[in-house]
């Protein structure tokens, strides 16, 4: 399985950004998507995930602002991020996990065992 992400940039506080995943698999319905992002001297953390059936799940810092949404089709995977802050700065990673690996709705980063190169996206104030 290989991720590709793109989108991410430079926006101001209160902007939009959209990032993308394509995924390079035979079987894409098979695998739960999530978001993670890596703040300089932070560690990574989940922001939002969606699993086979389409079920999403967000951090509580991003509810109501960012939106995770896939093109099974195209095997990709989308983060709509809006209403950006300036502690969203950080570097943004797609990842896969197997059906049934870990628990459901998980955000934790030892649950997937598959993940892209990452994006950056700095957000200034």
């Known amino acids: 399985v290989q991720l590709v992400e793109s989108g991410g940039g430079s926006v101001q506080s209160g902007g939009s950004l959209r990032l993308s995943c394509a995924v390079s698999?035979?079987?894409?319905?098979?695998?739960?998507m999530g978001w993670f992002r890596q703040a300089p001297g932070k560690e990574r953390g989940g922001v939002a995930t969606?699993?086979?059936?389409?079920?999403?799940t967000y951090a509580d810092f991003v509810k109501g602002r960012f939106t995770i949404s896939q093109d099974n089709a195209k095997n990709t995977v989308f983060l709509q991020m809006n209403n950006l802050k300036s502690e969203g700065t950080a570097m943004y990673y797609c990842?896969?996990?197997?059906?049934?690996?870990?628990?459901?709705?998980?955000?934790?980063?030892?649950?997937?065992?598959?993940w892209g190169q990452g994006n950056q996206v700095t957000v200034s104030s």
């Open positions: 990842a896969a996990r197997f059906r049934g690996w870990g628990p459901l709705k998980s955000l934790a980063v030892s649950d997937f065992g598959y």
């Open positions: 698999t035979y079987s894409y319905s098979d695998y739960s």
């Open positions: 969606i699993d086979t059936a389409g079920s999403t």
